[in-house]
């Protein structure tokens, strides 16, 4: 009777705990799914996975904006190349502004044109090529309508999300994929994990004007008042008050034909005169007149007098009268001596 009894013992009491033993496995395994283990790469799919191909071609296309038409035409070669890897066809159509992806028989991989799809999403977005190419193939980015979905070895699948999200409102992929990048370079450096990265990553300023343009035509709210406004005064009124509802209507029908002639006579001289505009001569400007020289200064007519006459007593080069009357003295007495 005891060999019972002991089993009995034994098979109550090891129960409960190995329950208790699976709940902690279990929290540990899902804690354990969520994080990405250092290292890690997606096997790669090739040929032998699928080696019959696909059974039927799928095809997506999306619309591009005026303004990418240059870009895409220089990248499309690039684009071509890289989707051929996958044997995946692109065509791009300038006349209707869309691209297209579609599978081959040759395509085995039935994820690469969903890769292709959101390869051209982004590139319709206006993000660059070696950008999205970068981002598909190190994300595995899926982008459909407002819902995206993402692995990799990015920090996470929010962060990835802000990327697409972003995008969508009109604000450009290079600023949040900047900080993706920055972060797993940080992330290899296991002394960095344990610490923040705010001063490794950019901030971008916003350049939005806080304030917001001002209307050119302001509407000035009237005052309130009680009482309702005035009502329009009717055309029987206006004829009571002018005394035209009394005429006869010979009368009102010469009261018009007046008015018009009288109006087309006002126009005939605005018209008259535009015309005669062209030949007004256009007025000249002042002539100055030429300022008189000053006669302030008193001119001495004996001094310019005394000038002259030594002047014409004094040539250039010319001896003093006095000097020639001597010199010719002393040639006559000469002469003499000789005889």
């Not at 999205?132 to 990799?152: H, P």
Request: aromatic share 6%.
């Amino acid at each position: 009777m005891a060999a019972p009894r002991e089993a009995e013992a034994v098979a109550e009491q090891p129960v409960p705990l190995k329950r208790s033993h699976k709940k902690k496995a279990a929290k540990v395994d899902e804690s354990e799914l969520l994080t990405v283990p250092d290292g890690w790469k997606e096997p790669a799919f090739t040929r032998e996975d699928n080696p019959k191909g696909l059974l039927e071609e799928s095809s997506f296309a999306t619309l591009f904006p005026k303004y990418r038409e240059a870009y895409l035409k220089e990248c499309w070669p690039l684009v071509q190349k890289a989707l051929s890897e996958h044997y995946v066809n692109a065509t791009l159509d300038l006349i209707e502004g869309s691209m297209t992806v579609t599978t081959t028989k040759k395509t085995f991989d039935p994820y690469a044109i969903i890769r292709a799809r959101d390869l051209i999403k982004l590139l319709a977005r206006s993000v660059p090529f070696e950008q999205a190419l970068e981002l598909l193939t190190n994300c595995y980015i899926m982008v459909q309508g407002n819902t995206v979905s993402a692995l990799g070895p990015f920090s996470g699948l929010k962060e990835v999300r802000k990327v697409v999200l972003d995008t969508m409102k009109n604000i450009h992929p290079i600023y949040n994929i900047k900080t993706l990048m920055i972060k797993r370079e940080l992330s290899k450096d296991p002394e960095l994990r344990s610490q923040s990265w705010e001063r490794f990553l950019p901030k971008f300023k916003r350049k939005n004007l806080k304030k917001r343009k001002e209307p050119k035509k302001k509407n000035v709210k009237k005052e309130y008042t009680p009482f309702p406004p005035p009502q329009p005064e009717s055309q029987i009124d206006k004829e009571l008050a002018s005394g035209e509802y009394f005429l006869k209507e010979s009368q009102k029908k010469r009261k018009q034909v007046e008015e018009i002639k009288a109006k087309q006579a006002d126009a005939i001289k605005k018209r008259q005169e535009e015309r005669n505009k062209a030949f007004i001569p256009p007025k000249e400007k002042p002539v100055v007149k030429a300022k008189k020289a000053s006669t302030e200064k008193k001119i001495d007519i004996e001094a310019i007098k005394e000038k002259v006459k030594n002047a014409k007593k004094k040539k250039l080069g010319a001896l003093p009268v006095e000097e020639v009357k001597l010199k010719i003295a002393a040639d006559e007495k000469k002469k003499k001596k000789k005889k």
